[in-house]
C-alpha cells in the first residue's frame, strides 16, 4: 500500500504564504502524477495543482500566479507553495497520488487525510 502524509497547513492572514508537503511512503513501485485538491465547507472537492513525472504541470484557474507545485522524485514527495493568500483559498487540502504499489499491476489513485489551511486577518 501507499501511505500520503500532508504538513504545513494552519493559519495565516490574507497576503501570506503557506509552503504544504506532502510525502508518499510505503510499498511504492513507480508515481505517475500527483496533486492537491482542496475542498472548502458546503463546497465540493476541486483540483488546485497537478505536477506528472516528467514535470508538467497544471493549475486550477483561480490560483495561477500565485501557488506553484513541485516535486522531488527521489523522496516521493510533493509541494504546494501558495503566495498572496486570500480567503477563498480557506479549505482543507488534499494531496493525491496515482501510484501503483509494488504487490500490485495497477496504478489506483492514493488520498492523504487532508490539511486546514485558514486564510483570514
Known amino acids: 500500500q501507499v501511505q500520503l502524509v500532508e504538513s504545513g497547513g494552519g493559519l495565516v492572514q490574507p497576503g501570506g504564504s503557506l509552503r504544504l508537503s506532502c510525502a508518499a511512503s510505503?510499498?511504492?513501485?513507480?508515481?505517475?502524477?500527483m496533486g492537491w485538491y482542496r475542498q472548502a465547507p458546503g463546497k465540493q472537492r476541486e483540483l488546485v495543482a497537478v505536477?506528472?513525472?516528467?514535470?508538467?504541470?497544471n493549475y486550477a484557474d483561480s490560483v495561477k500566479g500565485r501557488f506553484t507545485i513541485s516535486r522531488d522524485n527521489a523522496k516521493n514527495t510533493v509541494y504546494l507553495q501558495m503566495n498572496s493568500l486570500k480567503p477563498e483559498d480557506t479549505a482543507v487540502y488534499y494531496c493525491?497520488?496515482?501510484?501503483?504499489?509494488?504487490?500490485?499491476?495497477?496504478?489506483?489513485?492514493?488520498w492523504g487525510q487532508g490539511t486546514q489551511v485558514t486564510v483570514s486577518s
Open positions: 510505503g510499498s511504492i513501485f513507480s508515481i505517475n502524477d
Open positions: 493525491n497520488a496515482h501510484a501503483r504499489a509494488i504487490d500490485r499491476t495497477y496504478y489506483t489513485f492514493y
Open positions: 505536477i506528472i513525472s516528467s514535470g508538467t504541470t
